[in-house]
């Protein structure tokens, strides 16, 4: 049986205090006791077994009883999405998590019908870091804060990164042998909002230099189309023999 995993700010020092949060969920959920074993994570590609020392109350301590080990990321990918409304943006938020993306972006778009707040994000930050526990990954999805599209065009190019962006169009790559037959290790795809790119937004994305993949032959819905092209990629990074976590 899986061992639960608990997340950690840090993996060092060896012995330590579970936070509020992670000391509620393994003493009252879990009810775990000392001598119990776990996986400690820090969300940063580092993991390592270790056990309970003690709980007090919903205060629980536990020491680490192997070296921490970081696992591999050959290639990533990041989405910057016109988020959807409600429960949609949240659904995003966790199945992207689960699939390996490594950041997710609010883009602020002509279009954009939903407003990244503060206490949203701060919603999705809980929803990445629960996911991440679920799935078993080793790296936590960063949720970053919202952005314009010009400003996130123009960090992908500058530090070089692939940027991908989702289009029915005629000429669009399909998906698939796109990223089979691609060896970019930073992968950038921005996702639009439902009511589509504006004209100066796709001259902006075409200036950018941005490749444009067809992900179905139907119309998408936002949350959709951000978790298909993340679908797409874990099962190619998979195919390659790749750990996207």
């Known amino acids: 049986m899986a061992l639960p995993r608990f997340k950690v700010e840090s993996l060092d020092p060896a012995r330590q205090r579970l936070s509020a949060g992670e000391s509620r969920h393994a003493a009252a959920a879990r009810r775990m006791r000392p001598g119990d074993e776990l996986i400690a994570f ?3 590609g580092g993991e390592a ?6 709980v007090r109350g919903a ?4 020491e680490l009883i192997e070296r921490p080990r970081t696992a591999a990321r050959a290639r990533t990918l990041s989405l910057a999405v016109a988020m959807p409304k409600g429960a949609r ?8 998590a689960e699939l390996g993306v490594a950041a997710l972006t609010p883009l602020r778009t002509a279009r954009t019908v939903a407003a990244a707040t503060e206490e949203k994000v701060r919603r999705w930050r809980r929803i990445s870091a629960a996911a991440a526990k679920q799935s078993r990954g080793a790296y936590e999805m960063r949720l970053e804060g919202p952005c314009e599209l010009s400003e996130y065009a123009g960090r992908a190019a500058a530090e070089g990164a692939l940027l991908l ?12 042998p796109f990223l089979l037959g691609t060896d970019e290790t930073d992968l950038r795809a921005v996702v639009g909002p439902e009511g589509g790119w504006t004209d100066a937004e796709l001259s902006l994305l075409r200036g950018a230099g941005a490749r444009r993949v067809r ?9 959709t189309a951000a978790v298909a092209l993340a679908a797409v990629w874990s099962a190619q ?3 390659r023999g790749e750990r996207s976590e």
């Open 49 to 54: 077994r270790g056990r309970v020392v003690s």
């Open 89 to 96: 943006a949240d659904w995003l938020v966790e199945k992207a």
């Open 215 to 223: 992900l179905a032959a139907t119309v998408l819905r936002v949350e």
């Open 237 to 239: 990074s998979v195919r």
């Open 42 to 44: 820090d969300g940063r």
């Open 165 to 176: 962006t989702a289009d029915l169009g005629a000429g669009a790559d399909p998906i698939v």
């Open 59 to 62: 205060a629980v301590e536990i």
